[in-house]
Nanobody
């Protein structure tokens, strides 16, 4: 059982930056694909970014602004978010998927992932 804890959310002004962290325990992230998702009020959960087997994936809304990275020594994955917009306001979740069963083409699909964190709130407002 992998336990994930997100942190780093908060209130930021438009144009600002935040770095979200996803710390894992109970398993090493080396053997997992890691995704970041978000869910805004009244909207469906959507994939934001994923890192899997050395490759990174981004939603169109995140390209050029967000960067996903991992620190294997810390067993942590990060999502650096720059140039934040009000529409980025959401609860952000990290999730992991076993590399043996993960289908990268399906990285935005929630059911591809096996374990989820509890989420961290990001609010972008002036």
């Amino acid at each position: 059982q992998v336990h994930l804890v997100e942190s780093g959310g908060g209130l930021v002004q438009p144009g600002g930056s935040l770095r979200l962290s996803c710390a894992a325990s109970g398993g090493t992230l080396d053997y997992f694909a890691i995704g970041w998702f978000r869910q805004a009020p009244g909207k469906e959960r959507e994939g934001v970014s994923c890192i899997s087997d050395g490759r990174t994936y981004y939603a169109d809304s995140a390209k050029g602004r967000f960067t996903i990275s991992r620190d294997n020594a810390e067993n942590t994955v990060y999502l650096q978010m720059n140039s934040l917009r009000p529409e980025d306001t959401a609860v952000y979740y990290c999730a992991v998927a076993n590399l043996y069963t993960f289908r990268p083409i399906m990285w935005t699909v929630s059911s591809e992932y096996d374990y989820w964190g509890q989420g961290t709130q990001v609010a972008v407002s002036s």
